[in-house]
């Protein structure tokens, strides 16, 4: 019985999908999947013939992939008050052309930062009706709250998934970082909710042990004058702190229940190694890298293109290549985003002065093919893909009903063609704000989002999207 429903492209509340390439926890299937009231009803291998379901209505994918919606659990959408940065519909938008059903935005960049209740209501007034893909919330951990059990209580009763916290200035007044006190703090109040803290592992170090960079000296048009304020040094020093934290959160420990999360690891040895260690013996620890960690390196970034200035920075070529086996390892577990945009007039272009120009890569849209693209050559597949940014990020944000095609589900799908080229010129749409300063422009990638389902409903489709922006705020009860 066809309805006609601004949140989606198809007027049918009941149908089917069916592919030859359907990405499930038990591997790839050539099948169907039946949606039902925005849930998935059933996955069903083999052929599929209609009747004996009510509503009739099928849609063909033939060879395209139908994968579980990415979720990014590490995105800044920057509203309210920074909306000429990005914003919630911008935002939304392309991450339902990019295959992204569930987003997690973090607490800075907007204004104010989302650190206490009244934040967060304002974060949830700007979302509605503004969203076309689920959006979910972490809240910030800063010293203001740190000590203050019941301001955190607060907010996580308010719905925020989890805390997130800086261990160096995040460039942004109102989030001033946290030492390993403060974070220690933090897990034993999250350990009641079962939530994560996700922390930015990087610390100042003395300028003893980091090679200075010297006013004037040093070229800040320079890529490598700009490795050398951000050595693997402080994310080390900084995850070896937070190891000695993460000993409570073992099983019998005094935050037993808590987790901690390293967001965007850049460094591929010493940090890597010491997360490795704290897996085996029990810590409850897990950590993320970006694409554009494993899309780039150092020695390809040219003078003065600030698109790729970020923290931590893009380290060196076998780096990068060590990313990959620690991903294809398991030793990461998972892939976020890291969009950090901001308008072009502060990436600094015309001067190219890597020091004093915004850190942070705009990637939003592109996230699922440059994966894609990069890691075909490390013979990655689609399945790791399903793993690395839909079932371990709904773990860790702690969305039960969401991140693969089991029945039951919230039917949260991408469809896409792996084989698609495209080049991100100026004949591709990008949706997000601000499309200049993104680092991936110019590049040819492969893998075309076809279709984006969230909860059921067709958002976006062939360059559309659907008329009414009906994503859901996800708030932790
Ligand atoms: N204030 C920021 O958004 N910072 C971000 N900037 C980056 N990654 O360069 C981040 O996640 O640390
Ligand atoms: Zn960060
Ligand atoms: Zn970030």
Request: hydrophobic fraction near 35%.
């Amino acid at each position: 019985k066809p309805s006609y429903n601004l949140c989606s492209m198809i007027p049918y509340d009941t149908y089917t999908i069916t592919s030859k390439n359907i990405v499930t926890p038990q591997g790839i299937i050539s099948g169907a999947v039946e949606v039902k009231g925005g849930y998935i009803l059933s996955v069903i291998k083999g052929n599929y013939s209609s009747g004996k379901d009510s509503s009739g209505f099928v849609i063909d994918y033939g060879d395209a992939v139908v994968m579980p919606g990415l979720i990014d659990v590490h995105s800044h959408l920057d509203e309210p008050g920074k909306s000429e940065w990005e914003g919630f519909e911008s935002g939304t938008k392309a991450a339902a052309a990019g295959g992204i059903t569930t987003l997690i935005d973090m607490p800075l960049n907007s204004v104010p930062s989302t650190v206490s209740v009244d934040a967060l209501r304002l974060k949830l007034d700007a979302a509605e009706e503004n969203i076309y893909v689920d959006v979910g919330f972490w809240g910030g951990l800063v010293p203001e709250n740190a000590f203050d059990a019941t301001a955190l209580k607060g907010l996580l009763d308010a719905g925020v998934l989890g805390l997130k916290s800086f261990m160096c200035p995040s460039g942004i007044d109102d989030f001033p970082m946290t030492n390993a006190s403060h974070i220690k703090e933090g897990l034993h109040v999250l350990a009641k909710y079962r939530r994560p803290l996700l922390v930015h592992a990087e610390v100042q170090l003395d300028s003893e042990s980091t090679e200075s960079v010297k006013d004037g000296v040093d070229d800040a048009r320079s890529y490598s004058t700009y490795l050398k304020t951000r050595p693997p040094s402080m994310e080390e020093a900084a995850i070896r702190e937070l190891l000695e934290v993460t000993k409570d959160t073992r099983a019998g420990g005094s935050a037993q229940g808590s987790h901690l999360h390293i967001v965007h690891l850049s460094d591929s040895r010493v940090s890597l190694d010491l997360i490795k260690t704290a897996k085996n013996r029990g810590d409850s620890i897990t950590v993320e890298t970006c694409p554009h960690y494993l899309a780039f390196s150092a020695e390809e970034i040219t003078d003065g293109d600030t698109r790729f200035k970020c923290a931590p920075p893009i380290r060196d070529a076998e780096n990068k290549d060590q990313l990959w086996d620690a991903l294809r390892d398991g030793h990461i577990d998972m892939l976020s985003s890291d969009h950090s945009p901001t308008v072009p007039a502060l990436k600094l272009l015309d001067e190219g002065d890597f020091l004093k120009a915004w850190g942070g890569i705009s990637s939003l849209q592109y996230v699922l093919p440059v994966t894609w693209s990069y890691g075909r050559k490390y013979g990655i597949s689609l399945n790791q893909l399903a793993t690395w940014w839909s079932d371990r990020p709904a773990k860790l944000a702690g969305l039960h009903l969401k991140g693969g095609i089991v029945s039951g589900n919230h039917a949260d799908i991408v469809v896409w063609d792996p084989e698609n080229e495209f080049v991100l010129d100026k004949n591709h749409t990008a949706y997000h704000k601000n499309p200049s300063i993104s680092a991936y422009i110019g590049k040819r990638l492969s893998g075309k989002v076809l279709a984006t389902y969230v909860r059921g409903n067709l958002v976006y489709k062939d360059g559309k999207h659907a008329h009414a922006a009906c994503g859901a705020p996800i708030l932790a009860n």
